[in-house]
């Protein structure tokens, strides 16, 4: 079993090159080539949890934002839809 944690970090900075739109390739593509059965996300918002699982549709999604308003990251771990299933 491969495990990869990735801090994909805040989406709401102004940061220019280092924004999320400018990462987010780069974040997948490691992932990809790293070829983890699970991954543990960090600073995590909605819109990157959707990037996200758009780009990796093998993996399924399992976490909870710290507000249900989505104006909080979250911490999630996606893993691989064809190795492990959630129980509860």
């Known amino acids: 079993m ?15 090159p280092n924004h999320w739109a400018h990462r987010k390739h780069l974040c997948i593509e490691t992932i990809r080539r790293q070829q983890p059965d699970l991954i543990g996300f960090q600073e995590l918002w909605e819109p ?34 064809d190795r492990f299933a959630l129980l509860s």
Request: with cysteine; hydrophobic share 45%; glycine share 6%.
């Open 48 to 81: 990157q949890q959707r990037d996200l699982a758009a780009a990796l549709p093998e993996f399924a999604v399992f976490g909870t934002a710290d507000e249900p308003t989505g104006r909080n990251a979250m911490n999630a771990i996606f893993y691989r839809r």
């Open 2 to 16: 491969k495990v990869l944690t990735c801090n994909v970090r805040c989406i709401v900075a102004n940061d220019g």
